[in-house]
């Protein structure tokens, strides 16, 4: 296949509807046709239903594999683009005004188009020490791809050390971003007719007290010191939410299940699973009576990147960048970070204009993205020092 250009290998990719409900095989089936090149190698990673892949695709010296090198990371899934406020088809790609139109436009198809052509215009013996593009499923629904491929090469991934998650951030560095935890409390009681209540067991009535000891741990986490506070001053703290509760079938049955389900973003530099022990705590004291449930349904680890990394200092100071920056959305740095990556997240186009109708990215952005990318591939991979 001829290489296309920036804009019209972003096109290409905009108009598959990779959104998480699908299958992302039609796309990443086109990644692989496109970077099925001479000294490339592709690794296809199945999910555990086989719907889906992750990728892995290495240019280079393959015979390196002592952390030298450059990762360069993005999620092939869009959120959906249903709204009715979308001005174009979301699926086809359009120019205006300066700036790119379409779903997955800036999260994160553009960084995805630059990174492939990137890779593909190496030429043979160009680099001293591996490219790899790691492009996962499922980010927007949990970071379940960027979970999985973690999980799977624990300890053996033989992948750089130095990686850039091209996440929509205006062409800012982020070096620390919060973690995500979502649980869910099921209630089981006994149903019966609402005329005679004493044959059942009504599961909603202690969701009531449940959620007052869930509002007052949040209050306490919202008053308690957490690290790293001073980087996050809209909210310097674990952020709980109690999102969604269901329960019953009809005012004259007495319920036999209610469902709670909530969340927790967790602050960079605190333990994940201590919280998570606190929460069980919580629940357990006020149901030790009732038959219940407390599970745990996703979890995704905070990211901390150190001011000292290679890679932080080296984008920092290309970009001129002397302020700390970071987001309390979480990203596939969090599990990548665990495979001992030092993990940057920089990309173009902006979060605000993310999962949004019209969505948009600068086309300007994505031109400074891309020799931002090349000067990082002539420190990580075409230098020998």
């Known amino acids: 296949m001829n290489l296309l250009s920036n804009r019209d290998l972003l096109a290409r990719l905009i108009g598959f509807d990779s959104t998480s409900p699908n299958s992302n095989r039609p796309i990443a089936d086109f990644i692989c046709d496109y970077l099925d090149l001479p000294g490339v190698t592709i690794q296809r990673q199945a999910s555990p239903d086989n719907e889906k892949l992750n990728l892995i695709i290495r240019v280079g010296p393959p015979d390196v594999t002592d952390g030298r090198g450059l990762v360069l990371s993005g999620h092939m899934d869009t959120v959906p683009a249903d709204e009715p406020e979308w001005k174009t088809d979301p699926f086809t790609l359009t120019e205006a005004d300066g700036h790119y139109y379409g779903r997955g436009v800036c999260d994160m198809k553009g960084f995805l188009a630059l990174a492939m052509n990137t890779a593909a215009s190496v030429r043979e ?3 001293q020490s591996p490219l790899v593009l790691v492009f996962t499923y499922d980010e927007e629904v949990g970071i379940l791809g960027g979970r999985h491929l973690a999980q799977a090469l624990e300890g053996r991934s033989g992948l750089p050390t130095a990686a850039i998650i091209g996440e929509p951030t205006s062409l800012q560095v982020v070096r620390m971003h919060k973690g ?26 202690p ?58 973003r967790t602050m960079p530099g ?30 995704t680890p905070p990211l901390f990147l150190s001011e000292e990394s290679k890679i932080y200092q080296m984008l920092t100071r290309h970009l001129g960048q002397t302020a700390t920056h970071s987001a309390s959305y979480a990203t596939d740095a969090g599990w990548l970070q665990t495979l001992g990556m ?3 997240v920089f990309g173009p186009g902006s979060i605000e204009v993310a999962h949004r109708p019209n ?4 086309v300007g952005e994505l031109t400074e ?7 990082a591939i002539d420190e990580f991979c075409r230098s020998t020092s």
């Open 180 to 205: 995500f935890v979502s649980f869910r409390v099921v209630l089981r009681g006994k149903s019966a007719h609402s005329g005679y209540p004493h044959l059942g067991i009504n599961a909603i009535e």
């Open 270 to 299: 605190s333990e994940t699973q201590p919280m998570i022990g606190r929460l069980r705590d919580v629940v357990t004291g006020v149901l030790a009576d009732w038959d219940f449930e407390f599970v745990v349904t996703n979890e």
């Open 359 to 362: 969505e948009s990215i600068p």
């Open 207 to 264: 969701a009531g007290p449940l959620i007052h000891a869930l509002k007052d741990f949040r209050l306490n986490l919202e008053s308690e010191s957490s690290p790293n506070a001073e980087y996050f001053p809209d909210v310097p703290f674990a952020a709980l939410n109690v999102g969604t509760i269901h329960g019953g079938s009809a005012p004259n049955i007495v319920p036999d299940r209610c469902e709670i389900a909530c969340s927790l």
């Open 369 to 375: 993205c891309e020799a931002v990318v090349e000067r």
């Open 342 to 344: 030092d993990c940057a």
């Open 125 to 127: 013996g160009d680099l």
